[in-house]
């Protein structure tokens, strides 16, 4: 990933769901009140998108992801990453 580029808001998303952030809380809208403070982000938008998070698991956000990942030197993340991205290529 480059300084310059930005996360989306799914995408900020997705890599606190990869970090388990939450991981017990089964109700989207207490999953909200963590994630929308810690990505800056809207709380209703935050939300919504918890019902559709895991369909947002494209090619084009999980190599993102993986990259970030990959960066920070999160080995356990690398791998769940590595593991959807060969799902989705089969």
Do not use: C
Not at 8 to 30: A, F, W
Not at 38 to 49: C, G, K, P, S
Request: no cysteine; glycine share 6%.
């Amino acid at each position: 990933m480059d300084k310059g580029q930005e996360l989306t808001h799914v995408q900020q998303m997705l890599i606190l769901d990869y970090l388990e952030i939450g991981k017990n809380i089964t109700n989207n809208s207490k999953k909200a009140d963590i994630y929308a403070p810690l990505i800056r982000r809207d709380w209703e938008t935050t939300r919504q998108y918890f019902s559709r998070l895991y369909g947002e698991k494209t090619s084009k956000n999980l190599k993102i992801i993986l990259n970030y990942f990959e960066k920070g030197g999160f080995s356990k993340q690398v791998e769940l990453v590595k593991k959807d991205i060969d799902r989705l290529n089969k």
